[in-house]
């Protein structure tokens, strides 16, 4: 995989982290935008992408 296979590989699987235990609340996704003020998030994701592949990688 290349690098932006693997950013949308970590954005597009946000979605299987697993609920709160205690509350059941889940990480939302497939928005990309901001509930409270509509901000697009696409930036914001592709950023933790990066740098967790940057932290994974050799």
Known sequence: ?????????????????????????????GDYECPHCGEDLDYNLRVWAESIIDTLSP
């Open 1 to 29: 995989m290349n690098r932006e296979e693997k950013v949308q590989f970590l954005i597009n699987h946000l979605d299987n982290i697993q609920p709160c235990q205690g509350c059941g609340m889940r990480w939302s996704t």
